[in-house]
């Protein structure tokens, strides 16, 4: 079974800075890879998807993604953080069985004026 | 168009008590899933379904039923209602169990005291 490692359950950041989210998954390959957020009191969405086709995924709101085999290691980046980007962010690699994602246990960002 | 909707939005319930979570999606998804979202241990998979007809117990199953008569609606019974099970249930849906995206609703909030 998948398992995923997300570094730090609390990441601070200024306005304007560099926005790195930390994930770090099992051993083996995973056929997909997903970055979720979650916005306060809502469901989540999804911001990226890895599929093996490019190790670098751009996603939705200026976030992207490198896929890194040797780190088994799919950090999430963001040049310029804005106060929008405050919410909880989840990793969630699925497994080659049941292709189902298995959750991180998020990283809440936190962004200052 | 809706997407998934939820309901109730939140309950207090009462240890013992029966209680159903109902989940409707309109996007003729054949996949729903079950989550539960406690602070710092992420979102936890209960019960999914990859068509109707079908469902499969996920990592954390004990306590829990669900059914899937038909593509639409997918139920989630606590049959006799522990403190521990008070949470976040977020259900969510794919277009497949393959890897697709998930889309989630917005989540009900249960209490058991």
């Known amino acids: 079974a998948q398992s995923v490692t997300q570094l730090g359950s609390h990441v601070s950041v200024s306005e304007g800075a560099l926005v790195l989210l930390r994930c770090n998954y099992s051993s083996s390959v995973p056929p997909y890879l997903f970055w979720y957020v979650q916005y306060p009191n809502q469901g989540l969405q999804l911001l990226l998807k890895y599929t093996s086709a490019a190790t670098l995924v751009k996603g939705i709101n200026g976030f992207e993604a490198e896929f890194k085999k040797s780190e088994t290691s799919f950090h999430l980046t963001k040049p310029s953080a804005h106060m929008s980007d405050a919410a909880e962010y989840f990793c969630?690699?699925?497994?080659?069985?049941?292709?189902?994602?298995?959750f991180g246990r998020g990283t809440s960002l936190i962004v200052h004026p | 168009i809706a997407g998934i909707t939820q309901a109730p939005t939140s309950q207090i319930l009462a240890a013992g008590r029966r209680m159903t979570l109902r989940c409707t999606q309109d996007m003729r998804h054949n996949a729903m899933y079950w989550y539960r979202q406690d602070l710092g241990l992420g979102l936890r998979l209960i019960h999914y379904?990859?068509?109707?007809?079908?469902?499969g117990k996920g990592e954390v199953p004990d306590g829990y039923s669900v059914s899937r008569a038909n593509t639409d609606d997918f139920p989630l019974t606590l049959a006799s209602a522990v403190p521990s099970q008070t949470s976040v249930y977020f259900c969510?849906?794919?277009?497949?169990?393959?890897?697709?995206?998930?889309?989630f609703g917005p989540g009900t909030r249960l209490t058991v005291l």
């Open positions: 379904s990859n068509t109707a007809g079908t469902t």
């Open positions: 969630a690699p699925t497994s080659g069985g049941s292709y189902i994602p298995t």
């Open positions: 969510a849906s794919s277009a497949t169990s393959g890897g697709n995206e998930q889309f």
